[in-house]
C-alpha cells in the first residue's frame, strides 16, 4: 500500500529550502531513514521516513521549498518485506569488513561503498555482454566478500597482466567526482543555519576590513578573492576540528594560506580578540596595534604562528614539522596526542617545487598527522592554474603517485540528485572532458551559459536539467564551499590512519563577489568594491546591514548574548580555545657548566684540525651533558662523513621510524651506519630546504611543542642562505632559536671545489636577517665561547635570534686564548697580537676566518722583513660590528647635541696607529662594512669574483688574500699614507712577482 512522506510539524518555519534529498525512486529505506534535508534560518533538518518500504515517487529536488505537510515522496510499504535479503547482506558485508581486513596497507578509507555511476557505451567495446559479466562478477565479490577482497584480487589480475605484457591504463586518477561518495558521507552535527550565518559575517568584515584598509590609501591593498574561495574549508574546521593548545593538550597546528589572513582577522573579531579598530589598522603595522598584512609571528608574536606568504614554505614546513613531531614523540620526548598539522595551500602555490618536493617524504614517513588541504578555486594570480587540463586531476595523480590518501572534494550537495538521477554515464563523462578554464567560466557567466556549455553538449544531459531554471543550475555548488561535503572530507582524514591526507577542494575564486570579480581573471587583485558591489556582497550571504550601514563600510557583529557568538564561541571553547594562537610554556636550558668547553680553551700544539673538528668535537662534549644532551637535534644533509660526524651515527642513531630493518654493511665498524627508532640525528638526504625545514621546527619547538631544543644544522656554507635564503627567512619570522654551521666555507679555503661550491658571501646574506647573530671565528677557542653564548642567549635566556657560524675544513693548530678576550669575541673583534719592535711605522691589520692565518704570517713578514709594527685583530663578526656601528651612529645624528658614543670598533682601534688593512675569504663588502666606523684609512682584500678548484695557495694567491698580497698591499697603504717611501712597496710588488697588469679577478 502506498503511503505519502510529508513534512512533520516544523515549527512556525515556511517555505523551507530543500538542500539534500537523500534517496531516489526503487530505493528500499527503513522507519526513520533520512530521505531528504531541509534547511531553515535556524538549522538543517532530517525529514525522516515514517514507515519502511520502496520509495516509488519523488518529489522534491534539491532547492525547492516545503513547509508542514508538503509531500516529498511515496513509499510503498508492500517492499520492505521483502527486501531483508539485500539489508542483511549488507549488515554482513560491513561486519565481515569489520573482523577481516583483507588487504594490507590500503590507503582508501571508504570500503563499505560501490561507487555506481553509470556508464556510457564504448565503440572500443567488442563484446558488452562479456564485459557486463567481468563487471558483475567485481560486484558480487564486493557484495559477497567486501572491498578489501575485490581489491586484492584486482591487485593480483593487475600483475597478471603485468606478466603477460599487457599495456595498463594510467591509474593514478580517478574520475572527476567525489573520493567520499554521498552514501557514506559523515553528517556534520552543526547547526548549518547558524554556521551559514557566522560564515557570513565573517566574510564581510574580511572583505570591508580591505576595502576600508584600501580606501584610507591604495598603497596599503589587501586581498578579497582568496578568502572568499576558503571561508567554508576554514569555518568547517574552526568549529568542528581544530584543537587549540591548552593546558592538557599540545593543540592542533594550522598553516594558514597567507592571503587569506583576512578571513582570520574577521574571525577572530567575531570571538572577541581583536577590536574594530584593530581591524581598522589592517596593513598599517607601524603604529602599535595594527594587523601584519600576512600571517607573521614577528610582527605579532602572540597570534600568528607559521609564516606561510612565500609560496611553497608552507607545504615544506609542514611537512617537516609533522616529521619532527613524529620523532618528538618516537624519541620520547612529547606525548603522543594524536595531534595533526593542517596546511591550508592554494592551487596555483602548488606550481612551486618546495610546495610538491617533499611530498615523497610525507608518504615514507607514513606522516598520518598530517593533512594539506588545497584550495582548487583554478586560478593564480594572473589567470588559470591550468587553463588546459585539471588541476585537481593532475595533484591527485602526483599525490596518489607517492602514496598519500587522497580526497577529492568536487562536488556540492546539489550535484548528488543529478549524479544519481542519471543513467547514460554521460554526466560525469562530461565532467570529465570539461578543463578548468571552462569551469572557471562557467561560475563567471552564470546558470544559461552553463546550461547550453555545460549540458548543452549532450542532449540526454540537457534533458537531464531540463526541469531546472537557470538559477537552479546556477545554484549547482561546489565541493569547497559545501559544509556537509567538507566536514565528511575532515571527518574522514582525522579518521585515516598510515599515510598523510590531501583535500583537494574545489572552489570559486571571489565566491559571491558577482560581478565585480567572481571567478574573473583580475579576482587575485581585487581589493576595491564599490557601493553596489558591497550592496551585492551584503544581499549575497544576508548579512544584516541597511544600505547605509554598507555604504559606511561598517563591520558587522552581533551582539555577545547572540546564538551566533555563542556558538562561536562554544565550539572554541569545546575545542579547547583559540586558533590561531602563539604561545610558549617551555622551560629554558641552562647553558653547561664552562669545564665543558675548557678543553678547546687551550692551545692544540702541534696537533692541527679544523673548526669544524673542533666544533664536532664541542657537540660531542655537549652530548655528556644529561641535561642539554637530549635536546641537541643534529640534522644533516647527506654530508656527515664531509664534516666528520659519521660517529654520531652510533652514539646517538639516526632517526627512522621504521627502525633499522637491515644488517648495515659496515655493521662491525664503529661509527656503523645505524638507523634507530629513537635516533636522534637528522639524516634527511640532499635537501638543503628540507633539513632547513626540519632546523625551523626543531628551532620553534619551544612554541609549538613547549619544548626547547638546540637544532643544529651543518651544511655546505655555498648551499645555504644562498640556496634556501627564502626559508632563513621564514625563521627568522618565526623566532626559530638554534644553530646554523656554514661548513666549508670560504672562497680560498674550500679549495678543490670550484665555482658553485665556493663561498663568498654567505656572510652578507646572513646580515641582511635582523635577528640572525653571525660568526667567521678562526680558532677552536673562538668557536667554543661562540657557542657557549649562542646556547646561553638562545636557549637559557630565551632571545629570538638564530646563530649563522662559519666552519673551515682547513688543518692548523690553534692557540690558547688570549686572557680576557671573550668579551671581544662575541662583540666581534679583540686584539689577537701585538707586533711592537720600535718599527718605522704601525698598521692595523683585521682579519677573520682562515684568512686570520694568512694576516698572521704577513704581520711577521712585515716586522722582520720591513721594519714595520702591527696590531693584529681577529675580526669574528664583521656583522656584528657593522650593526653596533649603525646603532650607535644613528644614535649621535638623533643627539647632536650629547657627548658623541662611540662604536665598538672605534673604541678598539681610536687610539692606535697606522692605516687598517682588513681581509677575509669572503667578498670585500663584509669587512667594508665597517669601514664608516674607523675614521681611519682603510683598505680591505677579500674574495670578489667566481671561485675556481685550485690548490688553496694558488686560490689565495688569485684572489689576493695570501700572505705575500697581504704585505705588499700594506706597504702600497703605507706608501700612499706617505708614511713609507713609495719605492719600498714596488720592491715589494716585483719580489712577490705580483702581476700589475692582471685583471681584476671579479673580471676573470
Ligand atoms: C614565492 C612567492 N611568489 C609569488 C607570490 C605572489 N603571490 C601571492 S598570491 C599569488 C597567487 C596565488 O595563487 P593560489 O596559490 O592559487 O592562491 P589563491 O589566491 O588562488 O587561493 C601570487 C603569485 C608569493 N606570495 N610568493
Ligand atoms: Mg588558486
Not at 679544523?610 to 657537540?619: E, F, G
Request: one cysteine or more.
Amino acid at each position: 500500500m502506498a503511503q505519502n512522506i510529508s513534512v512533520p510539524d516544523i515549527g512556525d518555519f515556511k517555505d523551507v529550502e530543500v538542500i539534500e534529498v537523500l534517496v531516489k525512486p526503487g530505493d528500499t529505506v527503513s522507519k526513520n531513514d533520512p530521505i531528504v534535508t531541509i534547511e531553515s534560518d535556524k538549522s538543517s533538518l532530517e525529514i525522516p521516513s515514517p514507515a519502511s518500504g520502496e520509495i516509488k515517487d519523488l518529489k522534491v529536488k534539491i532547492g525547492d521549498k516545503v513547509s508542514e505537510g508538503s509531500i516529498l515522496a511515496t513509499i510503498e510499504n508492500r517492499q520492505a518485506a521483502q527486501s531483508p535479503k539485500k539489508e542483511e547482506i549488507k549488515k554482513k558485508e560491513i561486519e565481515e569488513i569489520k573482523e577481516k581486513p583483507k588487504t594490507n596497507g590500503d590507503l582508501h578509507p571508504f570500503k563499505e561503498v560501490k561507487k555506481v555511476f553509470a556508464e556510457p557505451a564504448s565503440k572500443d567495446d567488442i563484446d558488452p555482454i562479456e564485459t557486463n559479466e567481468w563487471i558483475e562478477s567485481l560486484n558480487s565479490v564486493i557484495e559477497n566478500d567486501g572491498s578489501p577482497r575485490a581489491s586484492y584480487l584486482l591487485n593480483k589480475v593487475i600483475d597478471q597482466a603485468y606478466k603477460s605484457g599487457l599495456v595498463l591504463p594510467d591509474t593514478r586518477t580517478t574520475p572527476y567526482i567525489n573520493t567520499i561518495p554521498s552514501e557514506i558521507e559523515v553528517k556534520s552535527p552543526g547547526d548549518q543555519n547558524i554556521e551559514k550565518k557566522i560564515r557570513a559575517y565573517i566574510r564581510w568584515n574580511a572583505a570591508a576590513m580591505v576595502v576600508k584598509a584600501n580606501k584610507k590609501s591604495s598603497e596599503l591593498g589587501g586581498h578579497i578573492g582568496t578568502f572568499a574561495s576558503a571561508a567554508t574549508l576554514y569555518d568547517v574546521g574552526m568549529n568542528h576540528f581544530w584543537r587549540a593548545k591548552n593546558n592538557k593538550f599540545g593543540g592542533d597546528l594550522i598553516y594558514f594560506q597567507g592571503h587569506s589572513a583576512p578571513g582570520m582577522y574577521a574571525r577572530a573579531f567575531l570571538e572577541g580578540r581583536l577590536t574594530s579598530k584593530q581591524l581598522d589598522g589592517f596593513r598599517q603595522e607601524v603604529s602599535k596595534g595594527g594587523l601584519s598584512s600576512y600571517p607573521h609571528p614577528w610582527l605579532m608574536p602572540n597570534f600568528w604562528q607559521f609564516p606561510t606568504v612565500s609560496m611553497g614554505l608552507g607545504p615544506i614546513m609542514g611537512i617537516y614539522q609533522a616529521r619532527f613531531l613524529k620523532y618528538l614523540i618516537n624519541r620520547g620526548l612529547v606525548k603522543d596526542e594524536g595531534r595533526k598539522i593542517w596546511v591550508f595551500l592554494g592551487d596555483g602555490e602548488m606550481d612551486e617545487p618546495e610546495s610538491l618536493g617533499a611530498i615523497g617524504l610525507a608518504a615514507r614517513e607514513k606522516l598520518d598527522n598530517l593533512i594539506f588541504v588545497i584550495n582548487c578555486n583554478l586560478q593564480r594570480l594572473d589567470g588559470p592554474v591550468r587553463g588546459n587540463g585539471k588541476i585537481i586531476q593532475e595533484l591527485e595523480g602526483s599525490f596518489r603517485g607517492t602514496g598519500w590518501n587522497v580526497i577529492k572534494v568536487i562536488w556540492g550537495s546539489y550535484w548528488d540528485q543529478l549524479l544519481a538521477k542519471d543513467k547514460t554515464g554521460l554526466l560525469v563523462k562530461r565532467m570529465n572532458e570539461c578543463v578548468d578554464g571552462e569551469y572557471q567560466a562557467f561560475k563567471a557567466k552564470g546558470g544559461a551559459y552553463v546550461r547550453n556549455k555545460f549540458f548543452g553538449k549532450y542532449n540526454e544531459l540537457k534533458e537531464l536539467v531540463s526541469s531546472m531554471t537557470d538559477k537552479d543550475i546556477w545554484k549547482l555548488n561546489r565541493g569547497g564551499h559545501d559544509p556537509h561535503k567538507v566536514y565528511a572530507a575532515y571527518h574522514s582524514a582525522i579518521q585515516h590512519k598510515g599515510s598523510p591526507t590531501v583535500i583537494l577542494a574545489k572552489t570559486i575564486k571571489g565566491y559571491g563577489m558577482g560581478k565585480s570579480g567572481e571567478s574573473m581573471n583580475t579576482t587575485h587583485q581585487q581589493k576595491k568594491l564599490d557601493e553596489k558591489d558591497l550592496l551585492y556582497y551584503r544581499d549575497r550571504f544576508g548579512v544584516p546591514l541597511t544600505d547605509k550601514q554598507v555604504k559606511n563600510i561598517e563591520y558587522f557583529k552581533p551582539n555577545e548574548n547572540s546564538e551566533e557568538i555563542k556558538y562561536l564561541k562554544d565550539k572554541r571553547l569545546k575545542l579547547g580555545g583559540f586558533i590561531p594562537e602563539r604561545s610558549s610554556f617551555a622551560k629554558a636550558i641552562k647553558v653547561p657548566p664552562k669545564d665543558i668547553f675548557e678543553p678547546f680553551m687551550e692551545s692544540t700544539g702541534e696537533k692541527e684540525m679544523s673548526t669544524t673538528m673542533a666544533l664536532v668535537r664541542m657537540l660531542t662534549a655537549l652530548l655528556r651533558d644529561k641535561n642539554l644532551s637530549p635536546r641537541l637535534v643534529p640534522i644533516i644533509p647527506d654530508e656527515a662523513r664531509t664534516f666528520g660526524m659519521e660517529g654520531f651515527f652510533q652514539k646517538i642513531g639516526i632517526y627512522a621510524h621504521e627502525g633499522q630493518k637491515y644488517e648495515p654493511v659496515d655493521s662491525e665498524q664503529l661509527s656503523s651506519y645505524r638507523e634507530d627508532k629513537s635516533g636522534q640525528v637528522l639524516e634527511e638526504g640532499i635537501t638543503e630546504s628540507g633539513a632547513m625545514s626540519s632546523w625551523i621546527a626543531a628551532g620553534t619547538s619551544y612554541t609549538n611543542h613547549d619544548l626547547e631544543m638546540i637544532p643544529i644544522y651543518i651544511f655546505y656554507s655555498m648551499f645555504g642562505f644562498q640556496r634556501v635564503g627564502d626559508l632563513a627567512w621564514a625563521a627568522g619570522d618565526s623566532q626559530a632559536r638554534g644553530f646554523l654551521i656554514g661548513a666549508t666555507a670560504g672562497r680560498t679555503t674550500l679549495a678543490g671545489e670550484g665555482l658553485q661550491h665556493q663561498d663568498g658571501h654567505s656572510h652578507l646574506l646572513a646580515s641582511n636577517i635582523p635577528n640572525c647573530v653571525s660568526y667567521d671565528p678562526t680558532f677552536a677557542y673562538e668557536m667554543g665561547v661562540i657557542l657557549r653564548d649562542g646556547i646561553k642567549r638562545m636557549h637559557e635566556k630565551k632571545e629570538n635570534i638564530f646563530y649563522y657560524i662559519t666552519a673551515m675544513n682547513e688543518n692548523y693548530s690553534h692557540p690558547k686564548k688570549p686572557k680576557g678576550c671573550d668579551d671581544g669575541i662575541i662583540k666581534g673583534m679583540y686584539l689577537f697580537q701585538q707586533n711592537n719592535n720600535k718599527g718605522k711605522t704601525k698598521v692595523q691589520l683585521l682579519g677573520s676566518g682562515t684568512i686570520l692565518r694568512e694576516i698572521i704570517s704577513a704581520a711577521k713578514i712585515l716586522s722582520k722583513d720591513y721594519g714595520i709594527d702591527s696590531d693584529v685583530w681577529s675580526v669574528t663578526s664583521f656583522n656584528e660590528l657593522r650593526r653596533d656601528g649603525m646603532e650607535t651612529e644613528r644614535w649621535n645624528l638623533l643627539n647632536p647635541d650629547a657627548k658623541r658614543k662611540k662604536s665598538y670598533v672605534q673604541k678598539c682601534l681610536e687610539k692606535t696607529d697606522g692605516p687598517i688593512i682588513a681581509a677575509s675569504d669572503y667578498t670585500r663588502s663584509f669587512s667594508d662594512q665597517i669601514r664608516p666606523y674607523t675614521e681611519k684609512s682603510f683598505y680591505s682584500l677579500g674574495t670578489d669574483g667566481y671561485g675556481r678548484s685550485d690548490t688553496r695557495k694558488n686560490l689565495r694567491k688569485f684572489f689576493e688574500v695570501d700572505k705575500e698580497h697581504i704585505v705588499a698591499y700594506t706597504l702600497s697603504a703605507l706608501a700612499k699614507e706617505q708614511l713609507i717611501a713609495s719605492k719600498e712597496a714596488e720592491k715589494a710588488l716585483k719580489k712577490y712577482k705580483i702581476d700589475k697588469n692582471k685583471d681584476f679577478p671579479s673580471n676573470l
